[in-house]
């Protein structure tokens, strides 16, 4: 009751429940770049071969694979062709993953997730 009895709170500006504000607006321009593709620092170097040879030679996990290929490559392409290995990896084997995966140091300055693999009969490498 004591609430009730209070006077009510008076607005010295006037309200508008809906002002008319303009529209948020950016000038147009084309945002999408074109990909273009970037060939290796070293051509002779064919990444797809020395995954195959890694895998023919029985390595079973991401990083035994990766840690066998990335001394054929410039330590500059190291980052950048990590991501190919496992891409090529995962086109000739099947990967098998436990709950936790362990990391794994394959260069000074790069550590990745290890994942067992096995490699498929019809996608054996060649």
């Known amino acids: ?11 010295l500006r006037s309200v508008s429940a809906r002002g008319e504000r303009p ?9 999408e770049t074109e990909l273009i593709a970037v060939a290796s620092e070293n051509p002779d170097v064919d990444i797809e071969e020395l995954v195959q040879e890694a895998l023919r030679a029985g ?5 035994a694979v990766t840690r066998s290929v990335l001394p054929y ?3 500059a392409e190291h980052y950048r062709s990590i991501g190919r290995i496992a891409a090529i ?12 995966r ?3 140091v394959v260069t000074n300055a790069v550590e990745i997730e290890d994942w067992a693999i096995e490699v498929a009969q ?3 490498a060649r």
């Open 1 to 11: 009751m004591i609430v009730a009895a209070e006077g009510r709170i008076r607005l």
């Open 59 to 63: 390595h079973v996990g991401l990083a």
């Open 122 to 124: 019809g996608r054996r």
């Open 102 to 104: 362990p990391w794994v």
């Open 23 to 31: 529209p948020v607006s950016r000038p147009r321009e084309d945002r």
């Open 89 to 100: 990896v995962a086109k000739f084997s099947t990967p098998r993953s436990a709950l936790e």
């Open 73 to 75: 490559i410039a330590e």
